[in-house]
C-alpha cells in the first residue's frame, strides 16, 4: 500500500484502518520502554551511523553528517508483540530512502541488518526496510528520543512489530541471506507482520 502524505507528514497506511488494533492486541496510552540488556548511553560525540555490506563503496557518518540529512516526518502506531498497540505517534528523522542518495547498492543485496549498539540486529528485506514509512527517527511527539527510547537514533517500521525498531542504531549493513536478528533467533517470527500475527516462529 502507498502511504499518503498530509502537511507534509508522511501517512502510514495502517493508520487509516478501521479498526487500528491488530488481533489480540490492547491499547496502552503510555509509551513502555522494552529490549533486553541494559539501556546504552551513546555519545552524539563519538556516535557514527555506518553503511556496509554489499554496497559499492562503504560509509561511516558523523552524528553531525546523520543530522544533517533531509529529514521526514512521519504518522504511524506501534505494535508490540507482547501485546500493546501505541496509536498515533508522530516521529521526525531521516527516512530509509535518504540512504538510497548515499551509496550505490550492490546487486546481491537482498536484505537489511540494522545493527543496535552491543550486538543488537534486526533484519528486514528490502522491500520492508524501503517502505515510505520507514526512518530512523531523532524525535517522538516533538521531543527528542529519550537513551530508553533507543538515542541518539531509533529505527521505526510502523507495518510489523515493533521489535524490528532496532534502538540505538550504529549501522546498516546489506547482505544477500536470509540470516535472523536478535529476537528471530530467539523464537520470534521472520517477518513480524501484527495484522496476520506472524509473533512466533
Ligand atoms: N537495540 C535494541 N533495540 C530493540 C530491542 C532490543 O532489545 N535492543 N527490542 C525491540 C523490542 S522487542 C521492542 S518491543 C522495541 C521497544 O521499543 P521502546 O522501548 O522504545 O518501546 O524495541 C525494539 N528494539
Ligand atoms: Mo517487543
Redesign the pocket.
Known sequence: MKEEQAGGTVISPDTKRKQRVPPNQRKVED???????SV?NLDPATWTFKIFGLVEKERTLTHKEFMALPKVKVLSD?H???GWTLLDNSWEGVGSGAIKDLVKLGPKAKFVIVH???G?T?KLTMEDFFQGDVLFAISHNGKQITP???APV??VVPRL?????????TGIEFVEEDEPG??ESRG?HNHGDPWTEERYS
Not at 161 to 169: D, E, G, L, P, R
Open positions: 509509551w513502555p520502554v522494552l529490549h533486553a540488556g546504552r506501534i508490540c508483540v507482547t543496535g549498539a552491543g543488537f534486526t530508553e527510547h533507543g531509533r529505527l512489530y515493533f521489535w524490528k525498531s532496532a534502538k540505538w542504531v536478535f529476537w520470534y
